[in-house]
């Protein structure tokens, strides 16, 4: 198999199928990619355009082609020695609906279903109402107007001699105990007495197995048409249109294991663990072994016959225990090794985790695992290319704006609490009554009141600076204790000193005493029961608020906000990223290294182009006054205030400036109107998340028509023309610095320690927005057509706005790395000093790998050395005598450019003048053995 290079990502769905991937191959081969990178490709809900959502994890998804499809993408792959790495759903699958045999199954039996035990269920609820019961919020509205309304109609499957009740999509199963009621009303011999075996199911010993043979009997007999008319009329006589009806569905489902609600109920009665707050996604319980086998055993049959290369695991702060899943996983994957073809023998399968790592935080060797999904080193750029300079002048527009705080920090917390006493109240009452139960199992702590752990439960996961801590059976580890420490001293600053012991039992119970020295028995099971549910709670907290609030409600610059970054955090000097670059190499050199992904908020290169604004922020803050100004008579007053909000203007003037398209002209009628559907997709997915004004669970229709008739009057409105035409001016006054920005980016992505993944099409400039804008199907025959062109640097620059020369720039950087693998993935990273007038301008590394050297030299905060230039590229004149120190042991050796032929005449430090003068960016590799490299 080929050595792992560079992976490409690519978005499966009905649209875009394996089949359609085949296709594609050769070109993604000539690019230089070593594997791809698929979206899950389990069975998922009819569709589904991402593959989150499984249905079936024992099957190939049928729309994508099924496995023969698969089987025809890994040949395509190995004829050009290429890898497949999945994507995988471990934590959750899809509920609700009619899809998911295992899930109705548990509608259908409780805990008598041998899946009851998959999901994450809280069959003993404090709710008396839902003792036994599981809380099913699948209902348009509340149950009593539903069932009134005739909207859960009692049906008969005829294929599978089963009953059920139908809400729109769902289907809501009727337990076969209960079939003796239904079939006896149908007044017919022989249904008579399938309903005295139905009845007498109650006494049996195996009533599962018995009312499978039922069911297939109740089959036969509804072919005959005598015994259908008859059971249609019994369906009949449970019309909840009707009062005779609704009394009697109302009785037979309050006989059922589940309990029908409206979906608002979720929030707060919820009694089983979802994906974050989404009713249609449930946990599942993958560290209990039959679960962990039965949802993995497609995937471990494709590994072992050697079609599957690699995984990345989804969500990996979603399970109960990451630590002991990895380390099973390794083990179970690597006991397949040995089984696979020779064609496909691998000497190491990586593993990847999707994981968001706080700062300071480190992912623990001891998972076994090669690495994360990247999306730290996407921060760690995006710090690189903040100028900090800019950060006080636009936190001081953005306050003066939107009146909303500029310190992160403080919008994360007020989102934290928002979403623990909303979307996941439910989840945190849970995790509350867990925390009650080990106070009430200790006669020193008995008399702690509910209240209490409430109040202090609240304030120490507002303050929790990480997704999660990792509680084993020794507790917390040392690189958890100050994280949660850190949590700890912010609850005191928010939690009345009269609930400040509260705090110190929480430190103890949630892994700050070994559970090892608890004795067996309840104690110890509640104690670890509420470590689970406290750390399976911290992570959708902070998601939620983080992610899909905070970051939505600040808008000191857009660039800065986006999923695995610091936020709070505005720049980093190069020492950071050199320091970060190092560890890497030492602790996870195969880590992937992402700068767009499905996830991203904004397309990589909309950052890039952002990121400039913190180099003009006087520029910007001046035309964003200006603006407003303009703006002023396309805002509507209403009941709640202005709308747009002004905050909400300035962070579309934001989306404007860093995602305009390159050539959309701005009296382009028909472009702009494919620019402004776009636009309105991410306006109203970003006020939503928000919750400010509107949200998802109660959209405010007339906040969000204003909104909408604001950004559509901006762009398509012939009276707006001159705030169109300043507008769009300042975008292309922006994108030259905001190309080299993204070509700079590109470049890192690709050489330094890490493995380089690149986003679907993101080889031309990605000025995509949230999803499902980044999403969009990708022009691959343009691609392939510019690939095999013939064009110089020059050419390229001069037509630097079609994205050709990023494309070019990835495909000679990923050539050199495929002849030299060695040299990438496993050189030493050596920081480079720069002198100069410009050397804060610069970023400069080595690679080297026994004797074989490779340089690259790179631009930041460059936007004052491009001043006015209609190119990325900063006329080299301008970099006066700016130069970088080569290492000792590097001097006196021939350099060859990647990118430009051009001589470097001192063999002690390189001037950027030179290293810099045909292209933006530098690579300059020298090689210990002749030949080509």
Not at 704 to 713: K, P
Not at 745 to 755: A, C, E, K, N, S
């Amino acid at each position: 198999m080929t050595t792992l290079r560079a992976t490409l990502r690519l978005q499966f769905h009905r649209g875009f199928t394996l089949d359609d991937a085949c296709a594609q191959v050769e070109y993604f081969a000539s690019l230089g990619i070593s594997h791809l990178y698929a979206s899950p490709l389990l069975t998922a809900r009819p569709g589904s355009m991402h593959g989150y959502d499984v249905v079936d994890p024992t099957r190939i998804n049928p729309e994508l082609g099924g496995e023969e499809a698969l089987r025809r993408l890994v040949a395509t792959l190995r004829r050009h020695g290429m890898g497949l790495i999945l994507d995988i759903v471990s934590n959750h699958m899809a509920v609700g609906g009619s899809a998911n045999p295992w899930w109705l199954d548990v509608l259908e039996w409780g805990r008598r279903s041998p899946y009851a035990q998959f999901f994450d269920i809280q069959w003993h609820s404090p709710d008396p109402l839902l003792e036994g019961q599981l809380l099913v919020p699948f209902l348009r509205s509340d149950y009593g107007e539903v069932l009134h309304s005739g909207e859960l109609p009692l049906r008969f499957d005829a294929e599978h001699g089963s009953f059920h009740v139908e809400h729109y999509e769902h289907r809501f199963p009727i337990n076969p105990l209960g079939y003796g009621e239904l079939l006896g009303a149908a007044e017919h011999p022989a249904l008579t007495e399938l309903a005295a075996r139905c009845k007498a199911l109650a006494h049996e010993p195996n009533p599962y197995r018995e009312a499978a043979a039922i069911k297939r009997e109740l089959a036969r007999l509804a072919s005959a048409p005598e015994v259908a008319a008859a059971l249609e009329r019994v369906t009949e006589r449970y019309d909840g249109r009707r009062e005779d009806g609704m009394r009697r569905l109302h009785d037979l489902l309050e006989r059922q294991h589940y309990r029908l609600a409206s979906w608002r109920t979720a929030a707060d009665d919820i009694n089983w663990r979802r994906f974050f707050d989404i009713n249609e996604l449930g946990g599942l319980r993958v560290e209990r072994p039959v679960v962990f086998e039965e949802t993995h055993a497609k995937i471990f049959e494709l590994i072992g016959e050697g079609l599957i290369d690699g995984l990345r695991i989804d969500h990996i702060d979603g399970l109960a225990d990451p630590h002991g899943y990895c380390r099973r996983l390794r083990r179970r994957v690597d006991r397949l090794l040995g089984a696979r073809p020779p064609e496909a023998a691998v000497a190491h399968f990586p593993i990847y985790v999707e994981k968001i790592l706080g700062q300071g935080e480190r992912l623990r060797i001891d998972w076994g695992v090669d690495g994360t999904t990247g999306y730290e080193f996407m921060n760690e750029v995006s710090l690189l290319q903040h100028d900090p300079a800019g950060q006080p002048l636009l936190c001081n527009l953005w306050n003066s704006v939107s009146g909303r705080p500029a310190d992160f920090l403080e919008e994360a917390r007020q989102a934290r609490q928002l979403v623990l006493t909303g979307p996941l109240a439910g989840d945190f009452e849970n995790t509350a009554q867990a925390l009650l139960q080990v106070a009430r199992g200790d006669l020193m702590t008995r008399d702690i009141t509910l209240g209490a752990i409430r109040r202090a439960l609240l304030e120490l996961i507002v303050h929790f600076p990480v997704y999660r801590v990792y509680i084993g059976g020794a507790g917390r580890s040392s690189m958890d204790e100050p994280f949660f420490q850190q949590a700890l001293e912010g609850a005191r600053t928010t939690l009345g000193e009269a609930d400040w012991p509260l705090l110190d039992h929480l430190q103890r119970w949630l892994g700050g005493e070994s559970l090892r020295r608890l004795p067996p028995g309840p104690l110890r099971r509640a104690r670890r029961q509420a470590c689970v549910r406290f750390q399976q709670l911290t992570s959708p907290a902070a998601a939620k608020a983080v992610e899909d609030t905070a970051c939505y409600r600040s808008g000191v610059l857009l660039s800065r906000n986006d999923v695995g970054f610091d936020v709070h955090r505005f720049s980093a000097p190069p020492e950071a990223f050199h320091d970060a670059c190092q560890r890497r190499h030492e602790t996870f050199p195969r880590n992937l290294l992402a700068t767009a992904t499905h996830d991203h908020k904004r397309g990589e290169d909309t950052r890039a182009r952002l990121a400039v604004l913190s180099e003009r922020a006087e520029w910007f803050a001046e035309r964003t006054w200006h603006w407003l100004q303009l703006a002023a008579p396309l805002c509507q007053e209403l009941a709640d205030g202005p709308a747009p909000a002004a905050g909400d203007q300035l962070m579309l003037f934001q989306c404007l400036l860093g995602s305009w398209p390159p050539g959309l002209a701005a009296d382009d009628s028909e472009g702009l109107r494919a620019y402004a559907e776009r636009l309105s997709q991410w306006q109203e997915k970003a006020l939503r998340e928000a919750k400010l004004r509107t949200r998802w669970s109660a959209p405010n229709e007339t906040y969000e028509t204003a909104c909408r008739h604001y950004l559509h009057a901006l762009l398509l409105d012939p009276a707006q023309q001159a705030l169109r035409d300043e507008i769009a001016a300042a975008a292309r006054t922006l994108a030259p610095a905001g190309a080299l920005n993204g070509l700079v980016q590109t470049l890192l992505r690709m050489t330094v320690p890490g493995v380089p993944d690149l986003y679907q099409g993101a080889e031309y400039w990605d000025f995509s927005l949230v999803d499902p804008d980044n999403r969009r199907p990708v022009d691959f025959a343009r691609r392939r057509q510019t690939l095999v062109e013939e064009a110089g640097p020059a050419e390229l620059l001069a037509h630097w706005s079609d994205g050709r020369i990023k494309q070019w720039l990835i495909h000679r950087t990923l050539g050199l790395r495929t002849r030299r693998p060695g040299l990438f993935l496993d050189g030493r990273y050596r920081p480079l000093n720069v002198q100069g007038e410009q050397s804060q301008r610069v970023l400069a590394f080595a690679r080297e790998q026994d004797g074989d050297w490779l340089l690259v030299v790179v631009p930041r905060l460059a936007a004052p050395l491009l001043g006015d230039a209609a190119i990325p590229h900063i006329d080299p004149a301008a970099w006066a005598n700016t130069r970088v120190e080569l290492p000792p042991e590097a001097r006196n050796t021939a350099w060859t450019g990647l990118f430009s032929d051009c001589a470097v005449t001192d063999n002690e430090t390189l001037p950027l003048a030179q290293v810099l003068r045909d292209f933006p960016v530098g690579v300059l590799f020298s090689l210990s053995s002749q030949g080509e490299p």
